[in-house]
């Protein structure tokens, strides 16, 4: 009787909508005052009075933090410490009143636009001239604007020449500083000529290179040359801006040409072309004045953690990222990018049934020394970088400071790297136990889920991941190259990807696979996934070691259904219950024909009618060469795959391979029938994919 009642109380306070029975409730209001007791006639006005309150006057009871509907304007971030640090049966929560979302902006509302012309409203903006305030980014009725770009959104200009002079070299090539002379076509020169330095400084250069994004001002343009320079670091060589690397101009005034763009003169003038359906009248403009909402950090120097403390039916909007003024070096994943909700030693902190919307950088990170969070039913979308990142890129000595069991669960992740485009959706660095799982990932510019943060095969804490049950799609949009719908470093063992839905997955250049178990992946089991609509192919290994592909659906990939690149000595992965079916490319991709591997109990299908070949040879030659020797060349029974219908009419073929249907409907989000409509792509969205996967393969097979 004990244990169950323990258990209800448990379940109580994990529950969505729960709140201890004992709890003591603070309110906070709009209309609140910081120098009130809190209680419902005299609420507070701030989180950060609330959370004070609680840790000075109820340290040890449960706390409720009710937030009464209504809109609140952030002046700093929430800063919760050691002080604010509660336990398993003194928890804090901070929740949204019941029947509404309260919402907090880190922006500020700017006055009214006037009007200009049809094409040009304007608003004067005081603080920029008289105090120097710089934003970035700009949301104009709930949707981010475009900062002043040329060309526009999904195009490109590309370099004509790229050289580099070293102007500090340094031992480590950490501290080497360059300069790059950029030659450009004349037609993005055009937009360069007769601009002052100032202007010229002004404009920010975004270019786009494989999987990395190098952000820069312009230091100087000649006209002779027709070519840019830029300084920093100097470029990475395995990864420098080349001949192929796309860029484009941000920020540029005579840019401010098409509805949904906006400028900000240094004047403190703001220019916004308005879209088609907008009225000043109805139209409402926010300025993000802050970088982050909540800040969570424990005592470094001893350890300890700030625990037990819950976010509930919040709304988060409206943050800014600011570029430093010499611009920023390219980084895989945006790795350094802070999250507007940034965690390091907590422990048991979740945020559930929040969304968090319109950012400058990332949505939430469980950083460095976190254990047994939570991110559940939560709604992050128009994002600056990407959704959910858990553990750091510095490898700790001790591993007790590697992040741990962190849930992240049944969450739409919609719409992001708008400012950081190679930033991933979900990614895992240097983090082992974590639970990925049930979440609808979509119309990101590079990597939906990333696990690992080492190269090679040393030694990774990246062990025992779960990646199950997600929803991954229309990722890439043909902006960055080597990519993938999941994709893996290093040694992972224990780690299970499994049950997935990945479709249209699209790369600028090569990539654009589905699951991706890149340099060094190690004992990763991939099973039960569905893919299809993949540009390069359904499944690609890099290099790794003694992975497991079996029971998956991999059909209708672009280029080719199967690719392996690095050939090594050990058994690079076993292949086995598979069924690939394909209308469009090859079968095999590379090297797939040389690797070392176990290639078993497959059922392949080209449903052009065409034979099937192995890198050139028939099944039989194939099965003399000691692969796929109970593998079959049959028509699986897909109810309609030409609709992307993958269920089976009969299962008399794939008994043969002993395959175990899995229904790939359990993919997504669960809930309520409002949550699982939100999750739904847009139609109009899945459309434009569709014209920029079509655009981009007409031009590279005309």
């Known amino acids: ?252 005034e005579k840019a401010l040409d098409q509805p949904g763009e906006w400028y900000l003169d240094p004047s403190g003038t703001l220019y916004y072309y308005p879209l088609p359906d907008e009225t000043l009248r109805q139209t409402v403009a926010l300025a993000p004045v ?146 990925v799982t049930h979440n609808d990932i979509g119309d990101f510019r590079y990597s939906a889920v990333s696990v690992g943060w080492v190269w090679g095969y040393s030694h990774s804490p990246s062990k025992r991941n779960l990646i199950a049950y997600n929803h991954l799609h229309h990722i890439g949009w043909g902006e960055l190259s080597d990519m993938g719908g999941v994709y893996t470093l290093g040694a992972s063992e224990g780690t299970v990807v499994k049950n997935n839905v990945i479709h249209h997955i699209y790369s600028y250049d090569y990539g654009g696979w589905g699951l991706y178990t890149d340099e060094g992946s190690t004992g990763v089991v991939m099973e039960n996934n569905l893919v299809y609509a993949c540009k390069n192919s359904g499944f690609h290994q890099h290099y790794g070691k003694d992975n497991l592909i079996r029971n998956n659906i991999f059909a209708s990939n672009i280029k080719a259904q199967l690719q392996a690149t690095r050939v090594e000595p050990h058994r690079s992965f076993s292949f086995t219950n598979n069924i690939v079916y394909y209308n469009t490319g090859n079968l095999l991709l590379s090297n797939w024909h040389k690797i070392n591997l176990e290639s078993d109990f497959n059922c392949y299908y080209d449903a052009r009618g065409a034979e099937v070949l192995f890198a050139g040879e028939t099944l039989r030659d194939w099965q003399q060469n000691g692969k796929d020797r109970h593998s079959l060349i049959a028509d699986p029974g897909f109810a309609d795959p030409a609709a992307f219908d993958f269920r089976f009419k009969s299962d008399q073929v794939i008994q043969k391979i002993n395959f175990k249907p899995f229904d790939p409907s359990e993919a997504g989000v669960y809930g309520s029938p409002d949550w699982k409509t939100k999750a739904r792509p847009d139609p109009e969205l899945e459309k434009q994919f569709d014209a920029v996967v079509q655009q981009l393969e007409s031009a590279a097979h005309p």
């Open 1 to 252: 009787m004990k244990n169950s009642f323990c258990l209800l109380i448990g379940l109580l306070w994990w529950m969505p909508g729960a709140t201890s029975l004992s709890a003591q409730v603070i309110y906070i209001a709009p209309d609140g005052n910081d120098r009130q007791p809190g209680t419902e006639r005299a609420p507070m006005a701030t989180l950060q009075a609330a959370v004070d309150h609680a840790a000075g006057a109820y340290p040890e009871k449960a706390v409720e933090i009710r937030v009464k509907a209504g809109n609140y304007y952030l002046e700093q971030p929430l800063m919760l410490s050691t002080a604010h640090n509660r336990s398993e049966k003194a928890p804090l929560v901070i929740k949204g009143a019941p029947g509404s979302t309260p919402v907090l902006y880190g922006g500020q509302q700017l006055p009214p636009f006037e009007e200009v012309s049809e094409t040009l409203w304007k608003v004067e903006i005081p603080e920029v001239r008289r105090f120097g305030w710089k934003f970035e980014q700009l949301y104009v009725n709930g949707k981010r604007a475009v900062r002043a770009r040329t060309p526009g959104p999904r195009t490109f200009f590309r370099p004509r020449y790229v050289t580099e002079t070293i102007i500090r070299k340094d031992s480590t090539r950490q501290n080497d500083y360059a300069v790059q002379k950029i030659g450009i076509p004349p037609e993005s020169a055009d937009w360069l000529k007769g601009l002052s330095a100032r202007e010229l400084s002004g404009i920010r250069v975004n270019f786009y290179h494989n999987w990395d994004n190098t952000i820069k001002p312009i230091v100087s343009f000649s006209e002779a040359d027709t070519a840019l320079y830029i300084s920093g670091g100097a470029m990475k060589p395995w990864n420098p801006i080349r001949k192929q690397s796309q860029f484009y101009f941000e920020n540029l």
């Open 290 to 435: 802050l970088d982050q909402f909540v800040v969570i950090k424990g005592d470094e120097s001893t350890g300890r953690r700030v625990s037990h403390i819950r976010f509930e039916n919040l709304s988060f909007q409206v943050a800014g990222y600011q570029f430093p003024s010499a611009g920023t070096e390219p980084q895989q994943a945006a790795a350094s990018i802070e999250a507007v909700m940034q965690l390091d030693f907590a422990d048991h902190i979740s945020f559930v049934a929040c969304e968090i919307a319109h950012t400058g950088g990332n949505a939430i990170w469980f950083r460095r020394a976190c254990s047994n969070g939570e991110v559940r039913q939560c709604y992050l979308h128009d994002l600056g970088a990407g959704g959910v990142k858990i553990g750091e890129t510095t490898l700790r000595p001790d591993p007790d400071e590697i992040t741990h069991h962190i849930v992240v669960d049944n969450n739409i992740m919609r719409s992001g790297g708008h400012v950081f485009p190679c930033a991933v959706a979900m990614i895992i660095f240097h983090g082992h136990d974590n639970q």
